[in-house]
Each structure stands twice: as structure tokens, then as C-alpha cells.
């Protein structure tokens, strides 16, 4: 397709183009919109946005659940020319408001769910000033009487004309965060060309349809929904089903009651479908492919027993560049995008020969197709931007042919259940604790392919404080993945001659040390 067009455009265009097809029905509430009521009703979020005070602001804050609403007022704010800032309904403590001061906000859509997280932080939110809540209304007004508070339903206008933003494709549409490695979440500047190039770049990859029925139980401020599963969805006129959280218990019946056709495995879903008693629902679907990455079970036995087809790993990218490398329908080697170059570099930032493992490189062939960097974040820019490449932070390698191949992770970002944690951040909320003189967080093996966190703590003289109460700190002060599963205790921690913590040591100590 190679489209040069913005995402509240595009909208449009599919409105008109497919009309009264089904466009997304919500589990939970079975609300379904169909193509041409989804874009009426982004039409009247931003025509009654406009009207809110402080809509002159460039940056708004979206915190919430899954639902249609969030993923309406998200292409509102493309219409209106606004930046969505996509927070991590997870997050909590010092994360949560770093993620909503670092572009000022003064409006933040919300629900009465995170009413509890948002009190938390509220006096070191100096920028915001209205909540946007879609329940809640009363509640929010009496634990924020010096916020102004809007009624998301209210503010919806009579008006479901659409508005033409003047925006270019190129422009910065959204800015969604990806986990540090040594450092704080980063927020990455998306332009509308980013998402559709990486949409329309799933389609032929994985045959996609009219008459598919995609399933998205992840978060909405996370890449793979928003532009891996919904957006290639929209794009050829298929159906999606939108849930708000994973449920093992509850998949394979609603993948037969919606007749779901396709699914993402992310973090260890695959792992959790094989892992599962068998039962008659394991044929009883509809669905005809399913991809994975990393996929822990061999992909025959997992075809035998679900009868559908798995796409072997390949495919590669990242919030920060974009999707970069397609899966190939039957071989293990992705195929790089045209719009890109991947190279791999040794620790001299040299370029390897082929069947040469090193640090995955990637350089965008056209502009706004990457990530424009980091936002308030020059120097973390310039950083992973060096000698005119993109430095992933990941290793990989390169065949004679050219297809890629995803080896892991090189810097300290910890997979826990679908979510990239910044073992910094860990470190951060537990150093808050007054008891706590030093802590380093690392990753352990765990089940399903992914890892758990293990935390080292050193107590400041004169302080008592144990493991559990420490865990009991971490469930209050950060997201429910970035709890550590175990906690150890010691005198003094091991270092480097620069007084780094070795962490590479402190994965050798066992569990009951």
C-alpha cells in the first residue's frame, strides 16, 4: 500500500470504504461498533474535546482500560492534531508521574480504576489540571477538588462530522513508552507514518483478510495492540475482538464464540495455551494461525494439537524502531522491510559477516518510520543513535541471504509476563523505602520462557526491616509485574573497581543465600 496519509484520515477512508462490517465489539459489555459508527463516534469525542478547556494543549494523557472509548478518543486526538500520551495504566509511584509530567499534561482521560494510583502522585503532577473521566464522575470530584473534571460522556458533541487535521503523515501522533535498560522508561516520538507503515507491513506476512476476526486481550499503550493487532485489522476491513486483559480460562471459549481467525502469543501466552489441560475446545475453533515470539513449544506439536498453523519466530522490532523484520509464513529467517537496513556490529561498532552474532543495528531508507527519539530525552537520543545507526540493545544475526535471526537481549531489561521491566525503576521505588541503603534487581529463570525478578537489598545501620515487608512496600509503590518474587539480604554488595554493582556476580549467588 505504502500510504502517505494521517491516522485520523485513515479512519475515515475505512469508514466509508467498509461501512456497516463490523468494526470492533468489546468483551465484557458485547458493545460492537461497525466502521462507519466508530468513526461517528471519534467524530463526537473531538468535536466536544475542542470545547474542553486546556484542549489548546498540545499533549493529553490517556491512563485506562481497554474499551472502545479509549480507543476512539485515541484517534480523536489524531483528528484534532493532538499528541496522545500513552500511559501505562500499571505503573505506579515515581514511574506513573514521570510518564505524565515529561510532556507537561494538563488533561488525562481516565476511569475510576486508577483513581487510587493517580491520589498517589497527585502532588507531583504540577501540569495537570482536568481529568477526563468516563465513571467515576463524583468520586473524582471529591478526591480532586483542584482539578477540573469533565464527564467523558457529556462532552461528546451532537457533531459526528469529520474534522481534517492538518497535520502531515510524517508528524508525531503518539508518544508511547518502552522500558530503559539502565535507566527510566523512555517515551518514543511515533508519527502517523510509523503506525500505518507498520500495519500495513503485517498484512501480507500474515494473510490477512476482510474475513478475519483478530483477538486483543494487551494493553492498548503497548505497540502490539495498537498497531500489530488493531490498526492491520481495520486496514483490511476485518473484525476485532477487544478484551481488557489476557484470561487463559476464559480464550478458547471466546475465540469460538466470536470466531476468532488469527491471534498474537505475546510474553508467554503460547506457552500457557500448550501448558493447559487438553479438551475439546483445542479443534473447536476457528482460528488458522497464531504467532509467537519467543515460541517456547515446537511449533509441530503445537499445530498438531490446536490444529492451526504457527508462524515460525522472524519477525523483529521494537516501540523504538519500528517494526523492522517480517516472519516468513515457513522458515525461522525474518525477511528485513525494504523501507530498512539492519546491520550487525561487534563491540568496536564494526560490522560482522554473516553467522556472526552482535548487536542488531537499524537504520531507517525513509523518514518517520522509526521512532523520532525520546521525548525531553537529547542525550539518551544521541546515545542509542550513534555512527549513523540505531543501537537495539538487542543480539542477533545475519544469513548469507540476508534474513534475520533474534538471539536475546543484551542489556538489562527483564521480561515479566508480557511487559519489559526497567530494572532501574524497580531499584528506584525500593530505595524509597527509608530502611533501604543500596538494591539491585536482576532476572531469573522462570516458567514459560520469561523471568522473575530478584531483588538484593543492604539496610542502613540502625535499621530493621525484612523481606516481606519490603514486597509489601513494592506492591503499594510500582506495577503489579514489577513486584520482585524474591527478596535477599545482604552485608555488602559486590563491585566493580568503579564501584558498580556486579550484578553478572549477584546471578550466581543461589536462591537461599
Not at 479512519?11 to 462507519?36: F, M, N
Not at 500489530?228 to 471466546?254: A, C, Q
Not at 523484520?325 to 523501507?339: A, C, N, R, S, T
Not at 531469573?444 to 515487608?469: C, N, P, Q, W
Request: proline fraction near 5%; aromatic fraction near 10%; hydrophobic fraction near 40%.
Amino acid at each position: 500500500m505504502a500510504q502517505r496519509i494521517t491516522l485520523g484520515e485513515l479512519l475515515h477512508q475505512l469508514a466509508h470504504k467498509y461501512q456497516d462490517r463490523p468494526a470492533i465489539t468489546e468483551v465484557g459489555t458485547g458493545t460492537q461498533y461497525s466502521y462507519i459508527e466508530l468513526e461517528r463516534f471519534t467524530n463526537q469525542i473531538a468535536h466536544g474535546f475542542l470545547e474542553l478547556p486546556f484542549a489548546d494543549n498540545g499533549y493529553v494523557g490517556i491512563m485506562h482500560e481497554n474499551s472502545i472509548s479509549y480507543l476512539a478518543m485515541t484517534y480523536a486526538l489524531k483528528k484534532v492534531n493532538r499528541i496522545e500520551v500513552s500511559v501505562n495504566r500499571a505503573f505506579r509511584g515515581e514511574s506513573l508521574a514521570r510518564m505524565i509530567n515529561l510532556t507537561q499534561c494538563q488533561i488525562l482521560m481516565t476511569s475510576q480504576l486508577h483513581f487510587d494510583a493517580i491520589e498517589d502522585v497527585i502532588a507531583d503532577l504540577p501540569h495537570l489540571a482536568l481529568l477526563l473521566v468516563t465513571d467515576g464522575l463524583e468520586e473524582a470530584k471529591a478526591r480532586f477538588p483542584h482539578l477540573q473534571i469533565a464527564d467523558f460522556w457529556d462532552m461528546l458533541s451532537s457533531d459526528d462530522s469529520h474534522i481534517t487535521s492538518p497535520a502531515r503523515d510524517s508528524d508525531v501522533a503518539t508518544i508511547m513508552f518502552t522500558s530503559g535498560t539502565t535507566g527510566v522508561s523512555k517515551g518514543c516520538l511515533l508519527s502517523h507514518r510509523y503506525a500505518v507503515r507498520t500495519a500495513e507491513n503485517m498484512i501480507g506476512p500474515f494473510r490477512l483478510t476482510e474475513d478475519d476476526v483478530n483477538y486483543t486481550p494487551y494493553p492498548l499503550s503497548h505497540i502490539g495492540p495498537a498497531y500489530y493487532d488493531i490498526l492491520p485489522t481495520f486496514m483490511t476491513g476485518g473484525h476485532v475482538i477487544f478484551r481488557d486483559k489476557f484470561s487463559l480460562s476464559n480464550f478458547w471459549d471466546e475465540a469460538i464464540k466470536y470466531g476468532v481467525t488469527w491471534f498474537m502469543c505475546l510474553g508467554s501466552v503460547q506457552q500457557l495455551l500448550y501448558s493447559a489441560a487438553p479438551s475439546d475446545k483445542d479443534k473447536a475453533h476457528k482460528i488458522t494461525r497464531m504467532w509467537s515470539t519467543p515460541a517456547p513449544v515446537p511449533k509441530a506439536d503445537f499445530d498438531k494439537r490446536f490444529h492451526l498453523h504457527l508462524i515460525p519466530g522472524g519477525g523483529y522490532g521494537s516501540t523504538d524502531a519500528g517494526w523492522v523484520v517480517v516472519p516468513q509464513w515457513d522458515h525461522e529467517g525474518g525477511i528485513v522491510l525494504p523501507h530498512f537496513e539492519v546491520g550487525i556490529v561487534d563491540e568496536n561498532d564494526d560490522l560482522v559477516p554473516p553467522h556472526t552474532k552482535g548487536e542488531v543495528v537499524i537504520r531507517p531508507k525513509e523518514p518517520a518510520v522509526m521512532s523520532d527519539g525520546y521525548f525531553g530525552m537529547d542525550e539518551k537520543t544521541n546515545e542509542s543513535r550513534r555512527n549513523m545507526w540505531f543501537h537495539t540493545g538487542d543480539i542477533g544475526w545475519l544469513d548469507d541471504e540476508g534474513l534475520f535471526y533474534f538471539t536475546c537481549r543484551k542489556f538489562e531489561r527483564i521480561r515479566i509476563k508480557g511487559e519489559l521491566v526497567s530494572a532501574f525503576e524497580v531499584e528506584e521505588g525500593v530505595l524509597r523505602m527509608p530502611a533501604i541503603e543500596d538494591a539491585a534487581v536482576i532476572g531469573i529463570s522462570a516458567d514459560y520462557g520469561e523471568e522473575e525478578l530478584r531483588l538484593f537489598v543492604t539496610i542502613k545501620d540502625g535499621h530493621e526491616v525484612t523481606a516481606d515487608e519490603i514486597i509489601a512496600h513494592c506492591r503499594t509503590a510500582m506495577a503489579k509485574f514489577m513486584v520482585p518474587s524474591y527478596v535477599t539480604i545482604l552485608d555488602e554488595f559486590p563491585r566493580t573497581p568503579t564501584g558498580k554493582t556486579e550484578k553478572g556476580v549477584l546471578k550466581s549467588y543461589p536462591l537461599d543465600s
